[in-house]
């Protein structure tokens, strides 16, 4: 039996470069090795307000995307979390062996909170648990994700061990799949913050949808550091590094490769508009332009017809897993 991934996205803001380098690039390299289930996390979402017009176009949205970064509907389940209500109702069992302590220490709770002063609201706080649910549903052995989600998935392991000890031995426990490189992509405007989908600035992020023109304007107005080596170097030259990281993940050349090839060039190719990393940045910019030129012909070859098609189909298959689970659950609980 193939071992299970299971991750999502939240049908919320731009989904960006960070986002497909940090998470999708990774399901679509390993979905050939395990049986994959990704979800378009609706229910997560809504954690912050939502226009509904707006949402339901997302929902469709986030599914072409997974399509358009090469996730291959025939084989691995497709599906919106609300359609699969087996979800929620593990999230409130879960809720009954979650410490309130344990959520206060969630660093995205803290943030969120912090971003939305003016909508604290309970499923914001909660988010973590259902986040348990949907991975703990399917028998998950990996959840690759970028590494803001470590601690979510630290605490979805958590609560798996306390529930198998308390009642019966259900879940799995799955491990989190972090990549060295590209875990954390940051902001463009500023390498000190990740990149964001709810950044204030569009220029922070390159969204999967940009045209290729933008994300060229984009990377040449992207921060750089002071000095003009193009060397990896996070901690004294953060947007250099980031760029880097950026380029060899787009481009699959290694970062050490990106470095001989540009070494000692910087001075030399300065340009008046583009400063001291001229040269790299529009070698870059080429290459990003390149990267959406492609994706977003595969992202409009799918109409949203086949998509309503692709998540219908994956609510059933994803359905048949999760009350199976649920079942269990409920029988250990004492439930049913
Ligand atoms: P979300 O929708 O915020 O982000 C989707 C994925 O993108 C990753 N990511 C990044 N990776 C690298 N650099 C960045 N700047 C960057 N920004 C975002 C995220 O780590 C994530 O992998 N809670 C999740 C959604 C979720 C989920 C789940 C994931 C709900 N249930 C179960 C896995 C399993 C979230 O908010 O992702």
Not at 58 to 74: D, F, H, Q, R, S
Not at 95 to 118: P, S, V, Y
Not at 268 to 290: I, P
Request: aromatic residues 8%; charged residues 25%.
């Amino acid at each position: 039996m193939n071992k299970v991934i299971f991750s999502g996205v939240q049908p919320s803001g731009n989904l960006h470069l960070g986002n497909y380098l940090g998470a999708l690039k990774n399901w679509v390299a390993l979905q050939n090795e395990y049986q994959c289930v990704f979800c378009v996390v609706d229910y997560h979402a809504i954690t912050v307000k939502q226009e509904p017009k707006i949402l339901r176009e997302k929902i469709l949205e986030i599914a072409k995307l997974y399509l358009a970064a090469g996730i291959n509907p025939e084989t691995a389940v497709i599906f919106q979390q609300s359609r699969v209500s087996a979800h929620t109702e593990l999230a409130w069992i879960l809720n009954t062996i979650t410490k309130i302590a344990e959520l206060e220490r969630m660093t995205q709770f803290k943030d969120k909170a912090r971003e939305h002063k003016e909508n604290i609201n309970l499923g914001l706080f909660d988010y973590p648990v259902l986040m348990a649910a949907d991975i703990l549903l399917y028998d998950t052995d990996l959840v690759p994700v970028g590494d803001d989600q470590t601690q979510h998935v630290e605490l979805t392991r958590v609560l798996a061990r306390r529930f198998n000890q308390q009642f019966a031995e259900v879940f799995k426990i799955p491990e989190p799949y972090i990549q060295k490189q590209g875990a954390r992509i940051m902001g463009l405007d500023n390498p000190a913050k990740k990149m964001s989908k709810s950044a204030g600035s569009e220029l922070n992020y390159i969204a999967l949808l940009d045209k290729p023109e933008t994300a060229r304007k984009k990377i040449m107005k992207a921060v750089t550091d002071s000095g003009s080596d193009i060397k990896f170097d996070p901690k004294n030259k953060p947007a250099i590094s980031n760029l880097l990281i950026i380029y060899s993940l787009l481009a699959e050349a290694s970062v050490k490769e990106l470095e001989a090839r540009y070494n000692g060039r910087g001075p030399a190719y300065a340009s008046a508009t583009a400063g001291k990393y001229g040269e790299f940045k529009r070698d870059l910019a080429e290459v990003a332009a390149k990267f959406l030129e492609d994706f977003q012909q595969k992202y409009n070859s799918f109409d949203d017809k086949f998509i309503e098609d692709v998540l219908e189909k994956g609510k059933i298959r994803a359905e048949a897993i999760a009350e199976e689970t649920l079942k269990k659950v409920k029988k250990a609980v004492g439930l049913a």
